[in-house]
T-cell receptor, first 115, second 116 residues
């Protein structure tokens, strides 16, 4: 799996958009970008994933650059409950056996939402 | 959908005893489940891959005789920490992937193990 680089921590004001960057310059053509978050003392929670197109769901938006070397997770209106560690993970094609191995977690970004 | 239940959420045991942690996929069948360990302020580290009906695959440095994994059915995997020591105290998390869904991996809520 390609390596990812994320800032160690970020602050964001409540109600504002939180933009979390991730660099994955060695990503290969068939690898997806996954985002998970982990609230303190809980298991990781799936947020979103994408290949090359921007994606949006009820939780967040994922913007992937055209060269796919980086991406940004956007939480449009951050709340205090969004305080968590956010992990950007690059993974093989989930449609064709990419789920045979467990996920490799980096250190992630500790996002702190300030009231 | 894709819910993974993990029990217990918290356990305290005496040094030298064994502890069993259960991981169940509630609404899907998981041929493969994963076990992670997380120390304070650290990231999750994959310990082993649990395969239904066959032996688990352990990551380098993880003792298979100490961390026994059983995946006897398509909805249940268990991790038994044998002869637990204080250094085994950690947060253990399981994960499963529904092969018919593409929503990534679903994680359990974790088990906080404290060995005294």
């Amino acid at each position: 799996d390609a390596k990812t680089t994320q800032p160690t921590s970020m602050d964001c004001a409540e109600g504002r958009a939180a933009n979390l960057p991730c660099n994955h310059s060695t990503i290969s053509g068939n690898e997806y970008v996954y985002w998970y978050r982990q609230i303190h003392s809980q298991g990781p929670q799936y947020i979103i994933h994408g290949l090359k197109n921007n994606e949006t769901n009820e939780m967040a938006s994922l913007i992937i650059t055209e060269d796919r070397k980086s991406s940004t997770l956007i939480l449009p209106h951050a709340t205090l409950r969004d305080t968590a560690v956010y992990y950007c993970i690059v993974r093989g094609n989930p449609y064709s056996g990419g789920g045979a191995d467990g996920l490799t977690f980096g250190k992630g970004t500790h996002l702190i939402i300030q009231p | 959908g894709a819910v993974v239940s993990q029990h217990p959420s918290r356990v305290i045991c005496k040094s030298g005893t064994s502890v069993k942690i259960e991981c169940r996929s509630l609404d899907f069948q998981a041929t493969t489940m994963f076990w992670y360990r997380q120390f304070p302020k650290k990231s999750l580290m994959l310990m082993a891959t649990s395969n239904e009906g066959s032996k688990a695959t352990y990551e380098q440095g993880v003792e298979k005789d100490k961390f026994l994994i059983n995946h006897a059915s398509l909805t249940l995997s268990t991790l038994t920490v044998t002869s637990a020591h204080p250094e085994d105290s950690s947060f253990y998390i399981c994960s499963a992937r529904d092969p018919f869904r593409v929503l990534g991996y679903t994680f359990g809520s974790g088990t906080r193990l404290t060995v005294v």
